[in-house]
């Protein structure tokens, strides 16, 4: 036949939507990388549609994000820390050889009010954001004070973060340190942050208000940030945001436990994302135990307890920081911080522990995804030129 | 056309791209999106496939065929059958994949791509060049503009190998 030339295929007859699916598959470093292979890989790969689908499946390949801060500097006298070197890296743990890899490093000057938060792969220090995946560090605009905590929620359907500022209205009041039962008033402001930039040039202020004595812990499931506060000197409850549309939900209370008067002694209850579910954990290190509580039911408040944890013997503190689900299998493993050094993986079907590699002066280690997401744009001179070419060129 | 059968099961032609002709069981096809929607819609009795090779046309039915007789017994052996499918010179597996995307077979279309990027995973812009035979539309300026640019993608060594 004439068009036998024709029929010999290579990847330039891959229709775009095949080019897209193969490259969604690499590494994020490799996909940048490739841009240069030529003009059309270059504006399949700088397109949002393919920085959204890559962003969607990235969510199922999770490795591990490690932070580790090696040294710090400080006054004369050893007073204030006015400086530290934070080192990035990541760790696959899907295979066997699990190797922590370094990313890169850098140096984090303390702001009078000091802050340190990572939630949904951003790190939010002393009043910048630092994504990662592209090593961008950038300010942040002047947020409200006293400062309570950032949390972050990813958007995967149009490629934004959301950061939420949790924040107190009293100047003098010391927020994180009000141990008596004193209701304070709380206040939330957002910053919405778009694939690409710009860094708005301030946050958004919400009407909502709270009033509780203490925020304890914070953890964002499916798009919803929830912060587990304590009212008073025992009442724990749980207020929570949706943050595609900025709206509060209704209040939940805990689950009741029968060391209540026990867990009322310690600061020892947490949450954290188990596989798409908000999950609530008491620890008591009386016990060695750490109870998983999940909730069922928003509105009905309802909880179940599905798992206890033994942790005898292993340490004095733990936190949930992430879950692991195995490919191609159901059960996955919560990754648990234990403090000093101490990084577990405790597979829960199994009930079985395993150690990860020790790190030195880890702060942080929990899920991380690879994302196509730019806090500003740096606009390369060849992204200028491919976009004057007319689309059907390639 | 009315479809033809032998007993129970109905027969389908599949025409390749060389004339070649193909027949099969039509409950074999149902597994392409394209080929259920014309079997069911118009019923055919013979398809016309112009745009695929008939040796690609006869590893596609290799694997409906396995596929078709896939049991939970069986599942590993599919599994390495499945390996074996993608391992084939990259030109064929992207001739596959290609007629995959067309025929709308979904859960191969799936495999293929991953094979695809195992085959590129690691590998140089020239390697990667070298493999898929593309030229490069870039000057060398506007390449090694782009790699001052971002300097923190090209760190590291890739795969310059093309195998």
Redesign the interface.
Known sequence: MDNTMELSSNIMALPCEVLVDILSRLSLKHVHQLQTVSKKWFRTISSPHFRRLYNMKSLNRPRTLVVQVPNAKYSPGRRKMISRTIDISTMDLAVDNREIQKEFSFEDIIAPESSFFISSNLIISNHKVCNPSTKEIIILPISSYPSVSFDVAYIPSNNTYKIVHLYGTKISRKYNFNYGGELLEFRFEILTLRDGGPIPSSWQPLPHQEWFSRKLDSTCVNNVIYWLVRRGDIMQNIISMKTENEEFLSTISCPKEPYDEELSLYENTQLADLNGKLCLAYYTEELSRMELYFLKDHKKQEWVKEHTINLSGMGNWFKITGYLPLQGNNNGDIIIDGGCKLSLLYNIEEERFKRLPNIKEITYIGLYFDRCFKLQSTRSSLQARVDMLPEGDS | MASSTTGEKKILTLKG???EEFILEESLVLQSELLKNMVKEERVSSIPL??I?SKTLVKIIEYLKKHAELTPSNKEEFKNFEKEFVNVVL?EL??I??AV?YLKINGL?EFC??A??DR???K??EA??KI???????TPE??S???K??P?????D?DDTTN
């Open positions: 791209g060389d004339n112009p745009s090779k030109e992207l001739d994949t290609v995307n279309l791509c991953q695809v990027a590129i995973k690691d140089s812009v990667v060049r898929f035979r593309i030229e490069s539309d870039f506007e390449e503009e782009f790699r640019e971002t923190e993608a090209f760190e590291g890739l």
